[in-house]
Antibody, heavy 121, light 108 residues
């Protein structure tokens, strides 16, 4: 069974940093592209960042470019999101999601339960 | 970037009803479209990919169709567990991937 477990969410002040992690199990992690998708409270879904199977392809939404960095460690079956210069509008639930293939095509086939990030002074 | 719109934003229906949700892309996406279901407090779940292909385990009362810029999700014979919010999303190899604003299906 595919399992994705996010961690690292917290309440932080604007301008501070946070690192999210996603622990994957139940599948060959290094065969799949991975993504972060977020959801502001009571709002819709926003794709944040994606990384292909060997980290050779990286993508970021314009809203987080220059502030967020996605990475993965295939030896640890883990996905990460380093979030710097956080803003109140970054508040929301951050989901880790598995793509269909090793090179991303944007089909988010499996999702974690999410981790909550709150940016407020 | 491709923008996605959905209509209606919400719909009230009864168990056993059939409903259709519409999704429109700002440019043609050649069937590169997915539909997700999100129940309250839960993560989204992929229902349909490639505009019309049901994911394994998704009941056959869900169906999708469309081409170019216009797509639909139809739920036949609504069941209690179908009351949720549905999102469309354009897909392909080129980010960013954008979602529609969602359609909330509520119990009448």
């Amino acid at each position: 069974e595919v399992q994705l477990v996010e961690s690292g969410g917290a309440l932080v002040q604007p301008g501070r940093s946070l690192r999210l992690s996603c622990a994957a199990s139940g599948f060959n992690f290094d065969d799949y592209a991975m993504h972060w998708v977020r959801q502001a409270p009571g709002k819709g879904l926003e794709w944040v960042s994606g990384i292909n199977w060997n980290s050779g392809g990286l993508a970021l939404a314009d809203s987080v470019k220059g502030r967020f960095t996605i990475s993965r460690d295939n030896s640890k079956n883990s996905l990460y999101l380093q979030m710097d210069s956080l803003r109140p509008e970054d508040t929301g639930i951050y989901y880790c999601a598995r793509d269909r293939f090793g090179d991303y095509v944007g089909y988010f086939e499996n999702w974690g339960q999410g981790t909550l990030v709150a940016v407020s002074s | 970037d491709i923008q996605m719109t959905q209509s209606p934003s919400s719909v009230s229906a009864s168990v056993g009803d059939t409903i259709t949700i519409t999704c429109r892309a700002s440019q043609g996406i050649s069937g590169w479209l997915a539909w997700y279901q999100q129940r309250p407090g839960k993560a989204p779940k992929l229902l349909i990919s490639g505009a019309s292909n049901l994911q394994s385990g998704v009941p056959s009362r869900f169906s999708g169709r469309g081409s170019a810029t216009d797509y639909t999700l139809t739920i036949s014979s609504l069941q209690p567990e179908d009351f949720a919010t549905y999102f469309c999303q354009h897909t392909n190899s080129f980010p960013p991937w954008t979602f529609g604003p969602g359609t909330k299906v509520e119990i009448k």
